[in-house]
């Protein structure tokens, strides 16, 4: 019996021939995905920083009451949600541009008495500000309600 094989010299060229039919095909649908995700991802995005604040619904505002989150957002109370910096600063800006009194920085520490809210406020309109009050609510950085409250606990 006589068996011949072939020369590993002759299978080179169609391991070759595959290697660069799979590549030639691998690369391009790789660049299309991550540019595909990438318009998509930012579409995305987009559309959900559109909607930059939106009130509190009713069964969010138990969830957040049981948690011992007090004071907690009443429902239908406008808060806003997850934005990046620059689009957080745009949309405070149009809420507040026809406001006399901006709180322009906010801070919460520990002092001397415990917790402590820090406010630095503007005053844009002719009248002399004599009193303000407010309620300071506690969110942590993914818009979710964090413990700042009555119990000196943030």
Known sequence: MHETTK????????IRKL???????????????????????????TREWDHSY???????HDKSAQVDADPTPEAKTKVFGRLPLARMRMAVKGLTDRDSLVVTL?????????SELHLQVENRGRCVVTEYSG?????NASGKVARLNKGGEH
Do not use: C, H, N
Request: glycine share 16%; aromatic share 12%.
């Open 7 to 14: 020369e590993p010299s002759q299978q080179e060229p169609s």
């Open 19 to 45: 290697t660069v039919r799979i590549v030639s095909f691998a690369v391009p649908a790789l660049l299309l995905g991550v540019v595909a995700g990438f318009f998509l991802g930012g579409w995305t995005m």
């Open 54 to 60: 939106q009130p509190v619904a009713q069964a969010k």
């Open 106 to 114: 906010g801070w919460v520490g520990s002092g001397e008495r415990g």
């Open 135 to 139: 309620v300071a609510y506690g969110f």
